[in-house]
């Protein structure tokens, strides 16, 4: 949603449709070399993962707050929020399964662990959607 005030998105288009059962679709991180990484003393690795464990949850609530101002400036021009039914949310969610397959087949090819990725972020969801 924050892109339809940050991107001016809302200024060009008419309507949006809220599919909840798909996902978010920005994903940010903060990534470092693997082996710059590991070369950092344990400590100091610890440090990095205490701090960044705490800006998750205040990171989330910057970006709800960019989200809500998207949508308040998009219903301000008069723009239409469409909401999917549930039967057609679950459509939509059934319809993308194949795209994560792709991504999970294409990362471990690279030698990623895709799946593992996949399966993580599901779980993330689950819990922090309770």
Same mark, same amino acid.
Request: charged share 30%.
């Given at each position: 949603m924050e ?5 001016k ?14 996902g ?5 991180f903060?990534a ?5 990484w590991?070369?950092?003393?344990k400590?100091?690795?610890?440090v990095?993962?205490?701090?960044? &464990?705490?800006? *998750?949850?205040?990171? @989330?609530?910057?970006? $709800?707050?960019?989200?809500?101002? /998207? ?5 301000s021009?008069?723009n ?12 939509w969610? &059934?319809?993308? *399964?194949?795209?994560i @397959?792709e991504?999970? $087949?294409?990362?471990?090819?690279? /030698?990623?662990p895709?799946?593992?990725?996949v399966?993580?972020i599901r ?7 309770e």
């Amino acid at each position: 949603m924050e892109v339809l005030k940050g991107f001016k998105q809302a200024e060009v288009i008419k309507y949006t449709v809220l599919c909840d059962k798909i996902g978010y679709t920005a994903g940010f991180f903060v990534a470092m070399n693997l082996k710059k990484w590991n070369s950092l003393p344990k400590d100091v690795q610890k440090v990095f993962e205490d701090v960044s &464990e705490e800006w *998750i949850a205040e990171r @989330g609530k910057a970006w $709800d707050s960019s989200d809500e101002e /998207g949508r308040q400036f998009t219903i301000s021009r008069g723009n239409e929020l469409i909401p999917l039914t549930e039967e057609e949310n679950l459509r939509w969610a &059934e319809a993308v *399964i194949p795209v994560i @397959g792709e991504y999970e $087949d294409a990362a471990t090819k690279k /030698g990623l662990p895709g799946k593992t990725y996949v399966n993580s972020i599901r779980n993330l969801v689950k819990k922090l959607s309770e």
